[in-house]
């Protein structure tokens, strides 16, 4: 097991496996050091965390939640690629969508719950660079999804 995967461990979390691709596209891709994940929803064992709009069906605290399952679905991507977490060098970006009442304007709490789920997987590696983003809509109703980039060794 790796540091990465031992630093969840501490906080009772596991890699989970990867999701299959809801769509013509893969998890994730590697392109010379950089690995990229495709947008990453909240499910846990195929199960939807939860549903609807930030403000509204869903609250912050509840999306930030999702938007930490969100990241370690991605980590769960990238893992499908490099193999060992511990080869990842740097988390480079996140970028964070969150379906929000129109009222809502707390997008970049909800996205705390990636950033801080990082940094405390991988440690100063975990510090990044985030956008979080409100949308009207996201795929099956989802209040949140995340994608991520990361450098790795060779």
């Keep these: 097991m790796s540091v990465v995967e031992d630093n969840l461990a501490a906080l009772g979390l596991s890699v989970p496996e990867v999701a299959a691709p ?7 891709l590697r392109n010379g050091n950089l690995i990229y994940t495709s947008g990453q929803i909240p499910t846990v064992a195929g199960e ?3 549903v609807g709009k930030v403000g509204a069906e869903v609250s912050a605290e509840e999306a930030a939640a999702c938007a930490q399952t969100c990241v370690l679905n ?8 490099v193999g060992d977490l511990d080869k990842v060098t740097q988390v480079v970006k996140v970028l ?6 129109p009222s809502f304007d707390g ?21 990044h660079a985030r956008s979080a983003v409100g949308v009207a809509v996201l795929p099956k109703n989802v209040p949140v999804e995340v994608e991520i980039v990361v450098a790795v060794e060779d």
Aim: net charge neutral.
């Design 22 to 28: 809801a769509g013509s596209y893969v998890p994730a």
């Design 48 to 50: 939807l965390q939860a």
């Design 74 to 81: 991605a980590i769960a991507a990238v893992k499908s690629v």
């Design 96 to 101: 964070g969508f969150v379906a929000s009442d």
């Design 107 to 127: 997008q970049p709490g909800v996205i705390n719950g990636a950033s801080d789920l990082l940094g405390k997987a991988f440690g100063d590696k975990g510090a």
